[in-house]
């Protein structure tokens, strides 16, 4: 999905998050006993399902710490950050990268005459 434009009204500041489904499926495995036998045994594992962008809104007194996101390769993503919500005790990957997020927060709080 390309960027979105973070908007900021007041002191709220709105952008879209990235939030990745998972799944919980079970597999049986055949295990041998102590008898010799072969025993099946269900075991779980998770799946990364479908990637869903949604619309979010907080205030901007909210955002207490904004970071780079690693990807499952260790490798750092420039195109998206993380950003801590101390309000609802969450953290949500943006879809902006660090550098758009914190010109923001900045700009508004100098408004705010911060």
Same mark, same amino acid.
């Given at each position: 999905? %390309? #960027? ?19 799944? %919980?499926?079970? %597999? ?9 036998? %072969?025993?099946? *045994? ?9 990637? !869903?962008? !949604? &619309?979010?809104? @907080? ?15 260790? =490798?750092?993503? #420039?195109?998206? @950050? *993380? *950003? ?8 949500? !990957?943006?879809? &902006? ?10 700009? =508004? &709080?100098? #408004?705010?005459?911060?």
């Amino acid at each position: 999905m %390309k #960027k979105t434009k973070i908007y900021i009204e007041n002191d709220y500041i709105s952008f879209t998050i990235v939030h990745v489904t998972i799944k %919980k499926k079970t %597999k049986n495995t055949a295990i041998v006993n102590e008898n010799g036998e %072969k025993v099946m *045994i269900p075991v779980e594992y998770e799946v990364k399902g479908k990637t !869903l962008y !949604l &619309n979010y809104s @907080c205030r901007i007194d909210a955002i207490s710490a904004i970071s780079s996101h690693i990807n499952d390769r260790n =490798q750092v993503v #420039k195109s998206k @950050c *993380i *950003i801590f919500d101390r309000y609802s005790g969450r953290d949500y !990957l943006v879809n &902006n990268s660090v550098d758009e997020v914190k010109s923001a927060v900045i700009k =508004q &709080n100098k #408004k705010m005459g911060y």
